[in-house]
């Protein structure tokens, strides 16, 4: 198999750790991953039988963005030889759409996996830029693939309330045209079943969140100090306009002025990191906000252990890894969007608006410890039975399912695939009322 992403590995964020743990563990499965992504920078070429990386430059498309650096027809010659069984995309970019263009020429099944709100991030950056970022590509796979041209000529019925509808909806034609060669179509949560049912009416859909173990155990960084008896507020991740970032500041101020002491770490890199400590020292805070980081995956199982309580305000994230890594360590869950497995409101989270009242009224409420343990240890209940084995166990099953292909092999695929009970797994755990089991299946409308 090979498995497509547009974010180097190695890279902290969520997609990177998503590939990396696919690397691992589906090999100890038996399959043979060989993945095609960007270097991070104009150096670091490399294709052996594991790795093909691509030179790259970073932020042509928009922020965060790696532009990898590739000829399409090399790519084509070259597979003509060396054929995978699947092609797996993990990811929507430059990288993720010659696997497409792969796919959809050599006639290879197409397991698309949704780790970006795409249309959801319209709302924070230019989409008309982003679509361009990937070039000719896209034209190119309207070349090769009638599916994809019929779906992209296809009146678009999800655009949501964008500002831009109609940057909303070429969004939701190239989505839907991307996606189109798609045998399965994987989504990390459940909030993006309204889009995809919609874009992706011939495809399978599969929930089934991504596999975050445990990280390892590791000393306190020296530059986070907190205020001594404040309650300690840990958000970690990158300090991007969609992560709503400026909501924890101000509910800071909030929480200060109605008596809650408070101190809030923010560990991470990113464009706003400047404009967040600004923000901050405007606000008569400066000395309640830590802004640090960012640190490798591996230092940070000290900074999640040294919280009382993880925020995550943010409400485009299709899964949010981090409050898997959070809910490791027991902490309370503090979030806005319950796509994530490990959130349950009263549960193992308490779910709020995004906005700074809400935020401080909630932050009054976690300085209760009895219910912060409580939330704690229900999210650590549910983030054990995500781990990275069980759900990448998941994930080859419906790698080989495309693999098999149709039923009736001699009728072709038409993409009409009857969605079963055993089909889908999304990732709920039971209530601590419920009995444990290993794992919850259904059957999700998708038409």
Not at 272 to 285: H, K, M, N
Not at 402 to 411: L, V
Request: with cysteine.
């Amino acid at each position: 198999m090979w498995v497509f992403a547009d974010l180097p590995l190695g890279q902290a964020a969520g997609p990177s750790y998503m590939v990396e743990s696919w690397q691992r563990e589906l090999r100890l499965l038996g399959l043979e991953p060989r993945t095609f992504a960007p270097a991070g920078g104009i150096g670091g070429h490399r294709r052996d039988d594991e790795q093909v990386i691509f030179r790259s430059l970073h932020d042509v498309g928009y922020p965060g963005d790696h532009h990898a650096r590739y000829s399409v027809l090399g790519e084509l010659l070259r597979a003509r030889k060396d054929r995978p069984d699947v092609v797996v995309v993990s990811t929507l970019g430059r990288v993720g759409v010659l696997g497409i263009i792969l796919a959809a020429f050599y006639s290879i099944p197409l397991v698309m996996v949704v780790s970006t709100d795409t249309t959801g991030a319209t709302a924070y950056y230019n989409p008309l830029r982003a679509v361009w970022s990937g070039g000719v590509k896209p034209l190119l796979l309207l070349t090769v693939s009638a599916r994809a041209r019929r779906a992209f000529l296809r009146r678009p019925t999800a655009t949501g309330d964008q500002p831009d509808r109609r940057a909303g909806r070429l969004v939701d034609r190239t989505t839907a045209a991307l996606h189109a060669d798609a045998r399965e179509v994987v989504l990390l949560s459940r909030k993006g079943l309204p889009t995809y049912g919609a874009l992706c009416p011939d495809a399978r859909v599969t929930v089934l969140p991504t596999g975050i173990d445990r990280l390892p155990a590791a000393p306190v960084p020296a530059e986070l100090v907190w205020r001594p008896g404040a309650l300690r507020m840990l958000y970690v991740g990158r300090f991007a306009p969609e992560k709503n970032l400026p909501v924890l500041l101000h509910a800071v101020r909030r929480a200060v002025d109605q008596g809650v002491d408070v101190h809030l770490a923010l560990v991470g890199g990113g464009p706003l990191r400047e404009r967040l400590a600004v923000e901050a020292a405007r606000l008569g805070i400066a000395d309640r906000v830590t802004v640090i980081g960012p640190y490798p995956r591996g230092e940070l199982g000290g900074v999640y252990a040294d919280a009382d309580v993880f925020a995550f305000p943010s409400v485009v994230d299709t899964q949010a890894y981090v409050l898997n890594e959070a809910a490791h360590e027991r902490l309370a869950l503090l979030v806005s969007d319950t796509a994530n497995g490990v959130v349950e409101d009263g549960v193992s989270a308490l779910v709020v608006p995004p906005d700074p009242a809400s935020y401080a009224q909630a932050l009054g409420t976690l300085g209760d410890r009895a219910l912060r343990e409580r939330l704690g240890a229900a999210a650590q209940l549910r983030a054990r039975q995500l781990g990275e084995g069980q759900q990448c166990a998941r994930l080859a099953d419906v790698i080989r399912r495309a693999a098999r292909g149709p039923a009736d092999a001699s009728d072709g695929w038409d993409g009409a695939v009857t969605l079963g009970a055993a089909d889908l797994w999304d990732g709920t755990v039971p209530a601590a009322a419920r009995p444990p089991v290993d794992a919850v299946s259904e059957a999700v409308p998708t038409r």
